[in-house]
């Protein structure tokens, strides 16, 4: 297994893709670059027998961290490569294709973990910066009187982390059929006489429906609702992937084989056209189908890097995940209370109606 690091065409530093600039940069000579002027660069150093300005590495070595074996009824494999920048050894799990160097900090792809099955097909690339998911987090949890102070201070909020989260998005073709009866009721009065009128219509709804970037996270060990709670993402705007794109966050391959999403595609695709159906007929006060009928077929399906940008907190033995939605900067998570302030306000408030309560009895009596 290799790596690369994308480096300088000018000086040889670590490129990081910027989000609002949609740039290669380099924060030592300040270059900026787009992806293409780097594969244009890369086909001329290797036409002109050139060292490559990104070369791969040594060899990984593979480990067994059995830790928690016990409790997952599984193996952590852990993987071991070399920095080609500083020469550290740097572990990571079997699953991460992007990462940094412990050590001197610059962003490795760790190539094989994204060509063959795994080179993803589309990525959307991070466009909310880690200066605006910061802010956007200070602004989210100020609102909130009783949260742990240590939630949003400096070394909490260094936390903040840009990951690319592996995802199957599936273009599905739906046939539908539906025949059914719809009834319109009408009820008015004569006097003290009441009459109701009951009029039946027959419905048919047949054709067929597309169905166009259902997405589905293709990792376990990440908050599948969390994810989705900070969706939806535009994916007119995914672009053919580029290893660039990842430079400067950390990137997730998925452990979740596209055989075993397409079942869910499919059964996600039938409630959607079955809602899709019963929405369209609106005229009626009641609906009853005799034949619902909904044949889906996955048309396409490929594999996407979907941008995140990730903060954990740890609080009283429990982890609070708050997430960032990388393109269009919509939050959520779960917010921390801090029990002895809270405690704290809650005295202050019996205290003082107690004081209130003591004055009122004196001046009665």
Known sequence: MSTQTTKCPNCGGPLHFDPEKQLNTCE????????????????????????????????????????????????????????????????TEDTT???????????????????????????????????????TFLNWVKRYKYVPKSFYSDSQLAKMT????????????????????????????????????????????????????LTEIGMRKIDHGLLNSIGPYDETKAVDFNANYLNGFFSEKYDIEKEDVRPLMLERSKKYSDSLVRNSVTAYDKIKFSKSNVQPQVKSLEYVLLPVWILTYQYNQKTYIYAVNGQTGKTYGEIPLDSKRLGATSLMIAAALLVLLLLGGALIW
């Open 28 to 91: 030592y000579c300040l270059s900026e670059f787009t992806n293409q002027e780097l594969v244009d660069y890369s086909k001329r150093q290797a036409e002109a027998g050139l060292e490559d300005p990104s070369p791969e590495i040594s060899e990984p070595h593979d480990h067994v961290h059995n830790e928690d074996a016990g409790a997952h009824g599984e193996e952590d494999r852990m993987i071991e490569y070399t920095c080609n920048s500083c020469g550290a050894h740097v572990v």
């Open 97 to 135: 294709s992007a990462t940094f160097c412990y050590y001197c900090h610059n962003p490795v792809i760790i190539t094989e973990r994204l060509s063959g099955e795994f080179r993803p097909d589309k990525v959307i690339p991070f466009h909310f910066s880690r200066e605006k998911a910061v802010q």
């Open 162 to 213: 840009g990951l690319y989260v592996p995802n199957w998005m599936a273009k599905v073709d739906a046939d539908i059929q539906y025949d059914g009866v719809g009834t319109r009721i009408r009820v008015w009065r004569v006097g003290d006489i009441e009459y109701t009128e009951f009029k039946e219509y027959g419905i048919s709804r047949s054709g067929k429906i597309k169905l166009d970037n």
